[in-house]
């Protein structure tokens, strides 16, 4: 199967201060129809994971332009600019390329320094 | 709206056989692919399977951990999603999350499942 390596497990963030979470893949997300299944999500305490970015940097409706996806091939990675207090949470890459469908990394933990 | 409303999480025993419900609205439940999920307390996220619409042919799919154990149906004269589960196991307590099967797009709100004598 795909494994997803996210880095770092965990992110202690300044308040104001951008924040990256990287996603990398053991094999290209590159489907044959030629879309790349990769997703962001975003798990706040006590909550369902909700989804911010698929096909790699589509940000989903009602999600904040703060939240960026990119990448390619096998690197991905996401960007919150500026931080802020409801932002803390864990969040998973997911593809949705290869079988079994909805393979997650191991998550990020993103809290307040 | 979308939404996803889970029901029948519970404690069961060893052995024990459980059915979570998933009832849709907001959308054509009929004609969308949905999944099961879950996340054992303080863990990532793993797939269970899968269910195509009818138009699809209707059949499920499993992982491995759940071939022979669960099984994944729908009823779209109710808008309703099932999993079924059979002989559990302390190692399947989680909770337990139905999305549409759409890059996981929607997701309920989830019903935690305890494996416990």
């Known amino acids: 199967d795909v494994v997803l390596t996210q880095s770092p497990l965990s992110l202690p963030v300044t308040l104001g201060q951008p924040a990256s979470i990287s996603c990398r893949s053991s094999e290209s997300l590159v489907h044959s129809d030629g879309t790349t299944y990769l997703s962001w999500f975003q798990q706040r305490p006590g909550q369902s994971p909700r989804r911010l970015i698929h096909k790699v940097s589509k940000r989903d409706s009602g999600v904040p332009d703060r939240f960026s996806g990119s990448g390619s091939g096998t690197d991905f990675a996401l960007t919150i600019n500026r931080v802020e207090a409801d932002d803390v949470g864990i969040y998973y890459c997911m593809q949705g390329t290869h079988w079994p469908p909805y393979i997650f990394g191991q998550g990020t933990k993103l809290e307040i320094k | 709206e979308v939404q996803l409303v889970q029901s029948g999480g519970g404690l069961v025993k060893p052995g024990g056989s459980l059915r979570l419900s998933c009832a849709a609205s907001g959308f054509s439940f009929s004609h969308i692919w949905m999944s099961w999920l879950r996340q054992a307390p303080g863990k990532g996220l793993e797939w269970v399977g899968r269910?195509?619409?009818?138009?699809?042919?209707?059949?499920?799919e499993y992982a491995t951990l759940a071939k022979g154990r669960f099984t994944i149906s729908r009823d779209d004269s109710q808008n309703t999603l099932y999993l079924q589960m059979h002989s559990l196991r302390t190692e399947d307590t989680a909770f337990y999350y139905c999305i549409t099967d759409d890059d996981a797009a929607y997701w309920g709100q989830g019903a935690l499942v305890t494996v416990s004598s």
């Open positions: 269910i195509r619409s009818n138009t699809d042919g209707g059949t499920p």
